[in-house]
């Protein structure tokens, strides 16, 4: 659906590979590569704020509390897996699609 965003389960979480480029410009998801989101954010990836602002900042635009948003694998790397909670496959994919094509 989403420009072959690959989406997996893992135990009670909708997952999605992330590509995270820190020290941005300001913090946009700005597409899909490699069957993940590549996200850039202003934070530096120092003492784990790049990590803390992709929680929220994924926490907010999905609309999703950031309890149910959490980084499964990945937190030492620009490749991460993100987890979320409290949401389906299908609806995860439908708000991705609208935050990445409208």
């Not at 959490?70 to 790397?77: D, I, T």
Request: include cysteine.
């Amino acid at each position: 659906m989403t420009d072959r965003l690959k989406i997996t389960t893992q135990g009670e979480y909708s997952c999605v590979q992330v590509h995270l480029q820190p020290r941005a410009s300001r913090n946009e998801i700005s597409g899909v590569v490699e069957q993940g989101l590549k996200i850039r954010l202003t934070a530096p990836p120092v003492d784990d704020r790049a990590n803390r602002q992709l929680v929220e900042f994924l926490a907010e635009k999905l609309d999703l509390p950031r309890r149910d948003v959490v980084l499964l694998h990945g937190q030492k790397s620009r490749s991460k897996t993100v987890g979320f909670k409290s949401i389906d496959p299908d609806e995860l994919a439908r708000r991705l699609h609208n935050i990445l094509y409208n």
